[in-house]
């Protein structure tokens, strides 16, 4: 089956096979961001943006993408990112670095779409995403400062 969608800013054509999962179609073709975790969707750590929404690789059949937008973190070039990534080094918020570019896909799709969240709202974005190391203070952190860093201010007032 042939589908078609744009990754990373370029549309692409691909042969999948029956039951192939995004995953498996990423890092078949470079996007080594995309972690192979849990393969059940608990984890986080095959974390893409489907649409500028944060969704699991390892739960989508590459079929379903047909026609939409992919991102993973080799096609996130921009203010916002480079803002998230500086904060994430600057807070401690990248340790092992297993979960770090999911986070950042979480986190990306949240203030897209949020520029001011509340702490609750960040917790709530990184609920999808299991990090060993950091106990997610230091991450919760950096996209505060992200966040104020972008206009937000991250006391949740809107």
Known sequence: MKVEFELN???QKFDVKPGEVLLDLLRDN???SVKRGCETGDCGACMVLVNGRAMTSCTLFAAQVDGKEIRTVEGMEDNL?????????????????????GVLISAYSLL???????????????????????????????????????GGSSDGKK
């Open 30 to 32: 470079g996007c080594k």
């Open 112 to 150: 897209t779409h949020n520029k001011n969240p509340s702490e609750e709202e960040i917790k709530a974005a990184l609920d999808g995403n299991l990090c060993r190391c950091t106990g997610y203070v230091k991450q919760i952190d950096a996209i505060k400062e992200t966040a104020d860093s972008i």
């Open 81 to 101: 990112t480079d803002q998230l990534k500086q904060f994430m080094l600057e807070a401690g918020a990248v340790q092992c670095g297993f979960c770090t570019p």
């Open 9 to 11: 800013g370029k549309e």
